[in-house]
Nanobody, 124 residues
Framework: QVQLVESGGGLVQSGGSLRLSCAAS????????VAWFRQAPGKEREGVSC??????HYADSVKGRFNISRDETKTTVYLQMNNLKPEDTAIYYC???????????????????WGQGTQVTVSS
């Protein structure tokens, strides 16, 4: 059974850091692009970052603060989030797309598998 499980969310003060994990079970991530999305209350789901092989892309809102990486076992992708701001508060989801990061990077329908999400709350 293909499954993605996010972890690492929590409550942090503005300027703090968190590292989110996206663990795959039932498959490895070496043939997939992995993206992080987030959804704040009352807002649409937005893309944050996409990774495949040695390629990574970041939304302007997080560029320079977030870093996406994959472990050597190719079963876990991380999102290191630094200098967090209250506007980063959201539920964060990871998702996979077969192959490379899609041309339409942050269209949710481009991604086949989704995790259940992990809550990130940044207090001011």
């Amino acid at each position: 059974q293909v499954q993605l499980v996010e972890s690492g969310g929590g409550l942090v003060q503005s300027g703090g850091s968190l590292r989110l994990s996206c663990a795959a079970s039932g498959f490895t991530l070496d043939n997939y692009a992995v993206a992080w999305f987030r959804q704040a209350p009352g807002k649409e789901r937005e893309g944050v970052s996409c990774f495949h092989s040695a390629y990574s892309h970041y939304a302007d809102s997080v560029k320079g603060r977030f870093n996406i990486s994959r472990d050597e076992t190719k079963t876990t992708v991380y999102l290191q989030m630094n200098n967090l701001k209250p506007e980063d508060t959201a539920i964060y989801y990871c998702a996979t797309h077969w192959g490379l990061c899609p041309i339409n990077l942050y269209i949710p329908d481009e991604y086949e598998n989704w995790g259940q999400g992990t809550q990130v709350t940044v207090s001011s």
